[in-house]
């Protein structure tokens, strides 16, 4: 499996990174309560990402285990506070199901049409998406907008742009606006000074955007 720049999963795992090296990088200049407390948030980013791509590429099953079965497939995107993300409406299989996948530039042509699911891998029109999470059984929440019947002649200009790594990082930052916050409750606790606002701000704000980017947010 390629993990290039254009690889689904290249987006989360970069990010993921990202917030490891930021945890890291503020180590060496706090005391002993403080680099516990950087390495628990990187324990739990290491342990929830690791979770999400074995789920992911196929390690761990999402679906009820059996053969593979073709089935009715549509994409819809959420939108829900900050939160935007790319679904696969499945049918054919009994009531309807809503599995999150992580964005690929496919998914904007993509129109509705028979895909192959089993209990590890989703593959629609001979390419294979990836999950995001857990299949759903309920409507997810907030504004859900179906993709268009017809394939957008406009989706290659807009691929292209919205796989741009600037777009991607600028759009998960909405999720940051809170780090300050958690910063001063942090300094409330420890009783630290203005180094530990920095520090703190930033590990908040990489997290907050390591967990947009791990739960497969959208940017079209």
């Known amino acids: 499996m390629s993990?290039?720049?254009?690889q689904p999963l290249a987006y989360p795992i970069s990010v993921t990174i990202g917030a490891l090296a930021v945890c890291l990088a503020w180590a060496p200049f706090g005391d002993l309560d403080q680099v516990a407390g950087l390495a628990t948030v990187g324990l739990g980013i290491v342990g929830y990402s690791g979770y999400r791509m074995a789920v992911a590429v196929g390690v761990f099953a999402f679906w009820p285990s059996g053969s593979a079965r073709s089935v009715g497939v549509s994409r819809i995107r959420q939108q829900h506070r900050l939160l935007s993300r790319s679904w696969l409406e499945i049918s054919g299989s009994g009531r309807p199901r809503w599995l999150p996948v992580y964005f690929d530039s496919a998914l904007l042509?993509?129109?509705?049409?028979?895909?192959e699911v089993t209990d590890r891998t989703v593959h629609v029109a001979g390419h294979r998406l990836y999950p995001a999470g857990r299949i759903r059984t309920t409507e997810p929440p907030g504004r859900l907008i179906d993709n268009p019947s017809r394939p957008d002649p406009e989706a290659p200009a807009l691929a292209t742009t919205a796989t741009r790594l600037r777009r991607r990082l600028l759009l998960d930052a909405q999720s940051t606006v809170a780090a300050p916050f958690a910063a001063l409750m942090?300094?409330?606790?420890?009783?630290?000074d203005f180094t530990t606002f920095l520090a703190a701000t930033s590990v908040a704000a990489a997290t907050a955007l390591w967990l947009s980017a791990i739960r497969g947010s959208d940017p079209s």
């Open 109 to 115: 042509t993509l129109t509705e049409t028979r895909g």
């Open 3 to 6: 993990f290039g720049s254009g």
């Open 186 to 192: 942090w300094i409330y606790v420890d009783d630290g």
